[in-house]
């Protein structure tokens, strides 16, 4: 049974830092690229950042690019997103997805997912 359970979300000012992981378990981790997504309440949800199997490619959306940092280590089949300069307009649900394919994986070409973690940045 594959899992992928997130942590490390929470309440951080606007401006501050926040730091997700996602621990993944009953697949092999390194052949699966990762992604991270967010949703608000009423709205899609909505890319992030993406990072191939092996970690050497990773990609962005436009509204994080710059600000947000995501890494994985297949030792410890773990994803994380590093989250600096965070605004208010980041808030929302963020989920961990696994999918063969890098190129896809960023318009929904997702295997797995997880069960979500809260950011909220207050102003």
């Known amino acids: 049974q594959v899992r992928l359970v997130e942590s490390g979300g929470g309440l951080v000012q606007a401006g501050g830092s926040l730091r997700l992981s996602c621990v993944a378990s009953?697949?092999?981790?390194?052949?699966?690229?990762m992604a991270w997504f967010r949703q608000t309440p009423g709205k899609e949800r909505e890319f992030v950042s993406r990072i191939s199997g092996s970690g050497g490619i990773s990609g962005y959306s436009d509204s994080v690019k710059g600000r947000f940092t995501i890494s994985r280590d297949n030792a410890k089949n773990t994803v994380s997103l590093q989250m600096d300069v965070l605004k208010p307009g980041d808030r929302a649900d963020y989920y961990c997805?696994?999918?063969?394919?890098?190129?896809?994986?960023?318009?929904?070409?997702?295997?797995?997912w997880g069960q979500g973690t809260q950011v909220t940045v207050s102003s």
């Open positions: 997805a696994a999918g063969r394919s890098d190129h896809q994986i960023a318009a929904g070409g997702t295997d797995y």
């Open positions: 009953g697949l092999t981790f390194r052949s699966y690229a």
